[in-house]
C-alpha cells in the first residue's frame, strides 16, 4: 500500500492566516481525498483531488476557503484560508489503492494528520 | 441515500473477553465495506475490507469481520481482547454513486479494561 508523509505535523496558528498542508505520496496515485476530523469524531470529507483537473468540494465546502493544488500524481497540498477558530482540527490526506478499475478496492491510506488550532 | 451506522458510540470489554463492534449500511448494489482503527494521537490504519468472496474477513491484530448481507451488517470481532485495542474504531463503505468516495460511520470507542 501507499505510505504519505503529511506535513506539518502540527500548528498553532492566528486568526486571519492561511495555512497550507503538504501531502507526498511515495506511488502514484488518481485521487486525493481531503478530510477534516474533529477528535474522537468521525471525518468528513472537504475535497477530492484528481490531477489535471479542479477538486470536488463537498457541500459545505468552497475552493476560496480550502484550495487545493494538485500539480502531480504524487503530491497535494491543501490550504485553510482566513482561518478562525471553527477551522481548528484535524486534517487528513487520504489516497485509494489500486490502479485503474480496482482503485478502492484494496483499502485507502491516510496521512498521520495535522492538528491545526486557530487562536 | 447510501449510509453507515455504528449503533454504539462505546463498547466496553474485559481483556480477555471477546470483543465486537456493530456495523451497518445501506447501499445500492454490491457494498465494498472497510474497517479503520485509529489510535489517539495517531493517523487511521486500514484494518480489513470486505470486497467479494469469503463472508469471513481476516484483518491486522487478530481482527476479523463477517459480512452479512441480509441483515446487511459487517461487525468487526475479535476472540480475545487486548488492552492495547483501546481505540476509536470506524466503519466505512465505499459510495459507488461517487468517485471512488468513502462514506463513514460515526465511530465506536472500544475500552478494554484490564
Known amino acids: 500500500s501507499a505510505v504519505i508523509s503529511q506535513k506539518p505535523s502540527r500548528d498553532i496558528c492566528q486568526r486571519g492566516t492561511s495555512l497550507t498542508i503538504q501531502c507526498q505520496v511515495d506511488?502514484?496515485?488518481?485521487?486525493m481525498f481531503w478530510y477534516r476530523q474533529q477528535p474522537g469524531q468521525s471525518l468528513t470529507l472537504i475535497a477530492t483531488?484528481?490531477?489535471?483537473?479542479?477538486?470536488?468540494?463537498e457541500s459545505g465546502f468552497v475552493i476560496d476557503k480550502f484550495p487545493i493544488s494538485r500539480p502531480n500524481l504524487t503530491f497535494s497540498t491543501l490550504t485553510v484560508s482566513n482561518m478562525s477558530p471553527e477551522d481548528s482540527s484535524i486534517y487528513l490526506c487520504?489516497?485509494?489503492?489500486?490502479?485503474?478499475?480496482?482503485?478502492?478496492?484494496?483499502?485507502?491510506?491516510f496521512g498521520s494528520g495535522t492538528r491545526l488550532t486557530v487562536v | 441515500a447510501q449510509s453507515v451506522a455504528q449503533p454504539e458510540d462505546q463498547v466496553n470489554v474485559a481483556e480477555g473477553n471477546p470483543l465486537t463492534v456493530k456495523c451497518t449500511y445501506s447501499?445500492?448494489?454490491?457494498?465494498?465495506l472497510f474497517w479503520y482503527v485509529q489510535y489517539p494521537n495517531r493517523g487511521l490504519q486500514f484494518l480489513l475490507k470486505?470486497?467479494?468472496?469469503d463472508n469471513l474477513v481476516k484483518g491486522s491484530y487478530g481482527f476479523e469481520a463477517e459480512f452479512n448481507k441480509s441483515q446487511t451488517s459487517f461487525h468487526l470481532k475479535k476472540p480475545s481482547a487486548l488492552v492495547s485495542d483501546s481505540a476509536l474504531y470506524f466503519c466505512?463503505?465505499?459510495?459507488?454513486?461517487?468517485?471512488?468516495?468513502?462514506?463513514w460511520g460515526a465511530g465506536t470507542k472500544l475500552i478494554i479494561k484490564p
Open positions: 466505512a463503505v465505499r459510495d459507488m454513486n461517487s468517485n471512488y468516495q468513502l462514506i
Open positions: 470486505y470486497i467479494t468472496g
Open positions: 447501499v445500492s448494489g454490491n457494498p465494498y
Open positions: 506511488s502514484q496515485v488518481t485521487m
Open positions: 487520504s489516497v485509494a489503492g489500486g490502479r485503474g478499475k480496482e482503485e478502492g478496492n484494496y483499502g485507502y491510506t
Open positions: 483531488a484528481n490531477q489535471g483537473s479542479e477538486a470536488t468540494y
